[in-house]
């Protein structure tokens, strides 16, 4: 069984950067598993920050990054304001559209 | 832009049947695939299932192999999720998302599904 792992809790100074990471149980995350993120906040529907690793969608700002930093994907936020207080899921693409999610990272901006 | 919209949620009994659909609009709904994604109440984001395109393919989290169906029907751009034999942990929010290009991701504003006695 396949298991993506993400830091449970993260907190983060308002201006600060801070990169939450995604790995895979066995084995290394790579661009070949078009890691995805996701933004949500209690109440609302995901929203996609980034995928394929670096794409950022549309709207997306650009203190919003996304790569492979070792074994591991990555999504680092440069800048942070008070309302990227949310939870982040990566995503791993396993093929034939197959998914697994990560169990999120509760990012805390104090 | 593209827009997707669940309906069909509601509360139900365990061992009951219910069936969501998903309406998209603002893209050609025939030229993507389709997931189905769920959240337990104060839980992570699951994969339900996905369906391919042209429905030629569909694949499901272990959880609900053999009682959940997904389909599409690409003439009313709609997709649904059949469920039945639900349980209780079956319930939570239902999205469903766009397989989008580049392996990007459309998603719906989910609709609640809840399962009790």
């Known amino acids: 069984q396949t298991v993506v792992t993400q830091e449970p809790s993260f907190s983060v100074s308002p201006g600060g950067t801070v990169t939450l990471t995604c790995g895979l149980s066995?084995?290394?995350?790579?661009?070949?598993?078009?890691p995805s993120w996701h933004q949500q906040t209690p109440g609302q529907a995901p929203r996609t920050l980034i995928y394929?690793?670096?794409t950022r969608s549309s709207g997306v700002p650009d203190r919003f990054s996304g790569s492979i930093l070792g074994n591991r994907a990555a999504l680092t936020i440069t800048g942070a304001q008070a309302d990227d207080e949310s939870h982040y899921y990566c995503?791993?693409?396993?093929?034939?559209?197959?998914?697994?999610f990560g169990g999120g990272t509760k990012l805390t901006v104090l | 832009q593209v827009q997707l919209v669940e309906s069909g949620g509601g509360a139900v009994q365990p061992g009951k049947s219910l069936r969501l659909s998903c309406v998209g609009s603002?893209?050609?709904?025939?030229?993507?695939?389709m997931y189905w994604v769920r959240q337990a109440p104060g839980k992570g984001l699951e994969w339900v299932g996905i369906?391919?395109?042209?429905?030629?393919?569909?694949y499901y989290v272990d959880s609900v192999k053999g009682r959940f169906t997904i389909s599409r029907d690409n003439s009313k751009n709609t997709l649904y999720l059949e469920m039945s034999s639900l349980r209780v942990e079956d319930t939570g929010v239902y999205y469903c998302?766009?397989?989008?290009?580049?392996?990007?991701?459309?998603w719906g504003h989910g609709t609640l599904v809840t399962v009790s006695s």
């Open positions: 394929s690793t670096t």
């Open positions: 066995s084995g290394s995350v790579s661009t070949s598993y078009y």
């Open positions: 995503v791993l693409f396993m093929g034939s559209g197959i998914l697994v």
């Open positions: 603002g893209f050609t709904f025939r030229n993507y695939g």
């Open positions: 998302a766009r397989w989008g290009e580049g392996y990007s991701y459309d």
């Open positions: 369906i391919w395109h042209d429905g030629s393919k569909k």
